[in-house]
């Protein structure tokens, strides 16, 4: 984690038996904020080791003050809200695109809430064996194969093998490739299409002419 270094322009130092003033103020006084140089007398930030109203001081990236929130040191030295921390620091969840706070998956080169670590189909939680797509999303064993349009448009089941036909955006097993009439095979043969199904020659004549 880095360490901030807290600069305060515009400021003369006194030294007093040694310490600088605001630390003599600091022991002997009371309490001076870094950023005004004022007496704090009321509530007192502490950040970074150094005093604060709690109003001198705001986040670096949406500029609200600490008076109600913690303070969170950036790894370049600067205040932010739990929230602005969180986005800028904390892995990000590849799923939801939100920030990670607790325990978390880390899989495909990613990172995944535990709840979001799920099928992209089912939706149900996935173990220790998953599929990712090109795209990045996590499939179970089952949900993979319509993923990747791998399922057979006649019985919808996966196509393990090479060997199958393709008819347009379509796949088919090989043995399910049939005319949509007479159920003939049309491996291999001439066929037609017709609504998005396949024909043989001599039904497709005579059913569309």
């Known amino acids: 984690e880095g360490k901030a270094r807290v600069l305060v322009s515009g400021v003369d130092t006194i030294v007093v038996l040694g310490l600088d003033w605001r630390e003599w103020y600091n022991m002997n006084e009371g309490t001076l904020c870094t950023e005004c140089m004022q007496p704090i007398t009321g509530q007192c930030l502490v950040a970074f080791g150094l005093p604060w ?5 705001a986040c670096s990236v949406c500029g609200s003050d ?4 913690n303070v969170f040191e950036g790894e370049d030295g600067q205040p932010y809200c739990q929230r602005d921390y969180l986005n800028l620091y904390a892995p990000q969840c ?3 695109e939100k920030p990670i706070t607790g325990e978390y998956k880390i899989a495909a080169g990613k990172n995944w809430h535990q709840d979001c670590f799920v099928c992209q189909k089912c939706f149900q939680p996935l173990g220790v064996t998953f599929y990712p797509t090109p795209e990045g999303k996590l499939f179970c064993r089952n949900d993979i194969w319509k993923a990747l349009r791998m399922e057979c448009a006649e019985c919808e089941k996966p196509i ?3 060997s199958m036909i393709e008819m347009g955006e379509k796949k088919y097993h090989v043995d399910h490739f ?4 007479c159920k003939k095979l049309l491996a291999n043969a001439e066929y037609f299409e ?3 199904k396949p024909y043989c020659k001599m039904d497709y004549i005579r059913l569309f002419g």
Do not use: T, V
């Open 194 to 196: 017709h609504e998005g």
């Open 178 to 181: 049939k005319c949509g009439f």
């Open 94 to 96: 590849a799923a939801c």
């Open 160 to 162: 393990m093998s090479s």
């Open 66 to 69: 600490f008076s109600q929130n």
């Open 53 to 57: 109203h709690s109003n001198c001081l």
